[in-house]
């Protein structure tokens, strides 16, 4: 069965900072990737996905993540974060599209 | 389009009460799922359905859980004589066949809390 890991819980960072979020994946077929953003008291969004294809891939807010089967990576990055970004952040694994596998998520908080 | 919609937002019961709990997909989204989120963690796949069929139930789901979709459109989950390990927020999702099925849309949650 596929799992995900990401490698912080927390992760604190300046205004117009950029940022890297961490997710790595287990799995021993090809998957589909994900990352969702859930701020409070709404329900997850979709940022961005890999399917198949190129490696980086670009998302909504502008993010992007760069799918590295070797390192079973799919970090998630901004070159410039704002206050508004302030969330929880989660990557996901399917290999089917129906049994998607969330990590323990991170909570993303930009300071001014 | 609404998006989905979950309700109630909120319940708080006691030990060994029933729950249920609805979920209103997006018009036209045939693939409904539900997942459970406990604090400090991600979603967990509970099952999903594509029109009113169940294809797919996790281990998570004891034979407390049971979920319906009768007429392949809305949903409900219900809980049987509830646990304290019951509490946690359920999540409901649908997708579309026209995007493949890859991307799930998430309705904002119900939040059980069990005393």
């Known amino acids: 069965a596929q799992s995900v890991t990401q490698l912080d819980s927390q992760v604190p960072v300046f205004e117009e900072a950029p940022v890297e979020l961490r997710c790595n994946y287990s799995s021993s077929v090809s998957v589909y990737l994900f990352w969702y953003v859930q701020y409070p008291n709404q329900g997850l969004q979709l940022l961005l996905k890999y399917l198949s294809g190129s490696t980086l891939v670009k998302g909504i807010n502008g993010f992007e993540a760069e799918f590295n089967k070797s390192q079973t990576s799919f970090h998630l990055r901004k070159p410039s974060v704002h206050i508004s970004d302030t969330a929880e952040y989660f990557c996901?694994?399917?290999?089917?599209?129906?049994?998607?596998?969330f990590g323990a998520g991170t909570r993303l908080t930009v300071k001014p | 389009d609404t998006g989905v919609s979950q309700d109630p937002r909120h319940k708080i019961t006691k030990r060994g009460q029933n729950v249920t709990f609805r979920c209103d997909p997006i018009s036209e989204h045939n693939r409904l799922y539900w997942y459970r989120q406990t604090l400090g963690q991600g979603p967990e796949f509970l099952t999903y359905?594509?029109?009113?069929?169940?294809?797919?139930k996790s281990r998570l789901l004891s034979d407390r859980f049971s979920a319906e979709r009768p007429k392949g459109s809305f949903s409900t989950l219900e809980i049987q004589r509830t646990e304290q390990g019951d509490s946690a927020m359920y999540l409901c999702?649908?997708?579309?066949?026209?995007?493949?099925?890859?991307?799930?849309?998430f309705g904002p949650g119900t939040r059980l809390t069990v005393l």
């Open positions: 999702a649908s997708s579309h066949r026209t995007s493949g099925y890859n991307e799930q849309f």
């Open positions: 996901a694994v399917s290999r089917t599209l129906n049994d998607m596998r």
């Open positions: 359905f594509q029109n009113e069929a169940q294809l797919e």
